[in-house]
């Protein structure tokens, strides 16, 4: 299967400090991925990157087979109509309410769709976070934190995207909650065949859903693969840190 | 990083004139990329204008908390310029008699200084301030980089609507305020001076100053379009968190407040 992402020698400058040095990554379409590793790793830069939200200083990125071309926004417009992203900080719109902030992505589907058909799509989406229908009407304040992750996931991706990036989408939450954002998740994943990637530090639930795992350190990719070569890579760092994970999991 | 603080630069002998040298060439090099993220985010609101496809309810929503929301706070602050117009020129008028002047003197100054002047600082420093840290915060938040990916240009979206709804409320704004200020100053006129209001009014009227009430719209025109671009720039530019939404409302304020000065010595400049 072709790669929905692919990120080659990608090295990035922020503020004068090297970020990220030096990124190989390959994305298999239809995947559910797991981008892990230490804090200040570069996982939210890389998964920016694969937005297409942060160019590179040098390198190559590719979505869906074509290079990126950064910087051309236009050209960049129907390439980030297939990619939905649940950001760290949730990035919801606090003068919208939450039906509002979920339709967004909707406003610029082409052909347009009929309000009835995006309120519809709205509906549906909220549901499958498992959020009741009356909180559309709601302002984004009046939801709690896991119920505005809910949100976020279902911005992400109620426009039905081929590729849905997650950035830490149960951080902080309580383990019951994630356990169902997850569930969410991997139910998305399988009804609609995107590729999805997960950033978080909860390996032993990455584990349930994700077949593929990246560990980023100091702003490259030291291991790409499956959790059982993880344990059995030759570079001792890579097992201690799903090893270390795991430990502290238990 | 800006070559002012390159460590070539810093690493240099030190000479009695490198220090001011220096700072000097730093302030140059700030002030010109202020200067051109100013002029670029201006030509970047200019060309999405066109076509005029802008967000109608986020216009009229930003219009109403930009203008409505401020008519009390302007209303209140020209009621006492107004009046201390009055006592300024009071002792002149008593000294010499010229009470049928107190009018037209109190309105000049008023109408087409005055009253702009104060009602753009105090608009810069409500609406100005607020603009900065909410697109900050944004900024700080992701929020702007989720609309860039959803297709949406921020400028279009976020932008436009508070700038065209600062120059459209600056303007009813100073209508609203340079009324309370000559209401203000009349009320004095009868308290302090023991003149009657309707001696100022005729004395208003009589100075045809309809010149100085455009000219002062005008500088409202222009004050809302200066302080729209500065708080923008500066909450766009937001980096590092909760600190760096501070800095940028602390220089959206006092950039707006110098921007004021300089647009209002322009705008009578080139009017009289």
Known sequence: MPDAARL????????????????????????????????????????????????????????????????????????????????????????LTVGDNVALPLEEVSPPLSPEERDRRVAAS??????????????????????????????????????????????????????????????????????????????????????????????????????????????????DFFQEVQDAAR | MPLADSPALQDRPASPWALPLVLLGRGVLNACRVMGGMTLLQVRILRAMIPPTFDRDETIRQAYKIGVQSVAVVTLTALFVGGLMLVQTGPFVRRTGATGMVGWGTGLATLAEVGPVLIGLMFGGRVGSNNAAELGTMVVTEQVEALRLLGIDPIRYLVVPRFLSMIVMLVLLTCIGDLAALVGASVACQAILGIEVRVFWQGLIDGHLLDEFLMGLVKGFFFGGAIGIVSCHYGLRVTGGAAGVGRAVNEAVVTSAIAIFVVNFLVTSLWI
């Not at chain 1, 909220?126 to 559309?136: C, D, E, Y």
């Not at chain 1, 991997?186 to 859903?209: F, K, M, Y």
């Open chain 1, 8 to 95: 080659d020698d990608v090295r990035t400058t922020l503020s004068g400090v090297p970020c990220l040095q030096g990124v190989r990554l390959a994305l298999e379409a239809g995947r559910m991925h797991a981008l892990v590793g230490p804090g200040g790793s570069g996982k939210t830069l890389i998964l920016k990157t694969i937005a297409t939200l942060l160019p590179p200083d040098s390198g190559t990125v590719s979505l869906f087979g074509e290079p990126v071309p950064f910087g051309d926004e236009d050209r960049l417009r129907p390439i980030r109509s297939r990619i939905g992203v649940q950001f760290q900080n949730l990035a919801l719109f606090d003068f």
């Open chain 1, 126 to 239: 909220l549901q499958a976070v498992r959020l009741p229908g009356g909180v559309a009407d709601l302002p984004i304040q009046a939801l709690s934190g896991g119920m505005q992750r809910r949100v976020a996931v279902a911005r992400a991706a109620v426009a039905r995207p081929d590729l849905l990036l997650f950035d830490d989408p149960a951080g902080g939450l309580d383990p019951v909650t994630t356990s169902r954002i997850f569930d969410l998740i991997s139910r998305e994943q399988r009804q609609t065949g995107a590729t999805v990637v997960i950033t978080s530090h909860d390996i032993p639930r990455l584990a349930r859903c994700c077949s593929r795992f990246h560990l980023a350190d100091a702003g490259t990719i030291l291991f790409s693969g499956t959790l059982e070569d993880a344990r059995s890579h030759p570079d001792p760092r890579v097992r």
